[in-house]
């Protein structure tokens, strides 16, 4: 029985990895493509067709309910949400590992979107206050999947019941997208930002699982020593 159940893990454990390497191809060859669009200063054909079907639904309720969602992706909101869920981490678990992979990473792919966003130098699709600032790729997409999915990433690995951890991905993979969702809706950014920005924010959160993982895997074999 626990020969088997070593070997479910294991192919779990691979099928995982092949997740893994899969999107990371996919969300690589997207960014480099969007960006080399952006660049080359192309149309992208959907981002013109998304708008169109977004425009129209601008009810009352539905802006306020995207509104809370950009709160919640920038830079304040994630700092918030950040202490509290460090606090939280310190409090459950004592992980100092993961404490450390999230401030240093939401610091680091806060800066790298940063410099995305003034090498590429794209407007934003907007007139007004915020118009100042450049667009691609959405900072809301990219550092809210990496922040918002190690924070998916931390709970699912603390969390032992299936049904709550399916409870916990099926939200969290909801909420990541409202994020960018409402970038959209609320016209701060083209789609092709928001999709740039998820690609790159996945590709961060890859190296930051990455890293944790090769730490704490390191710490075990010093203490095994």
Not at 57 to 63: Q, Y
Request: net charge positive; with cysteine.
């Amino acid at each position: 029985m626990e020969a088997e159940l070593g070997k479910k893990l294991v192919k779990e454990k691979q099928s995982s990895k092949w997740r893994r390497l899969i999107l990371f191809i996919l969300c690589g060859a997207f960014f480099i493509w969007s960006f080399q669009q952006i660049m080359n200063e192309h149309t992208i054909g959907f981002d013109e067709s998304i708008r169109s079907m977004v425009n129209g639904w601008e009810a009352e309720a539905l802006i306020s309910f995207f509104h809370l969602f950009t709160m919640l992706g920038d830079k304040t909101g994630v700092i918030i949400i950040m202490l509290l869920s460090i606090m939280l981490i310190w409090w459950k678990q004592r992980d100092y590992v993961a404490m450390g992979v999230i401030v240093g990473g939401v610091i680091l792919v806060n800066e790298l979107n940063k410099w995305l966003k003034d090498f590429t130098g794209r407007e934003r699709p907007m007139t007004g206050p915020g118009a100042e600032s450049l667009s691609f790729p959405s900072g809301h997409a990219m550092v809210g999947l990496f922040f918002y999915g190690l924070l998916l990433y931390f709970a699912l690995a603390y969390t032992k019941q299936s049904g709550m951890r399916l409870f916990i991905a099926i939200f969290g993979v909801i909420f990541i997208a409202l994020l960018g969702t409402s970038r959209v809706f609320l016209n701060y950014h083209y789609p092709s930002d928001v999709f740039a920005g998820y690609a790159a924010g996945y590709i961060c959160l890859i190296l930051g699982v990455l890293l944790y993982e090769w730490i704490q895997s390191l710490r075990q074999r010093m203490k095994a020593m």
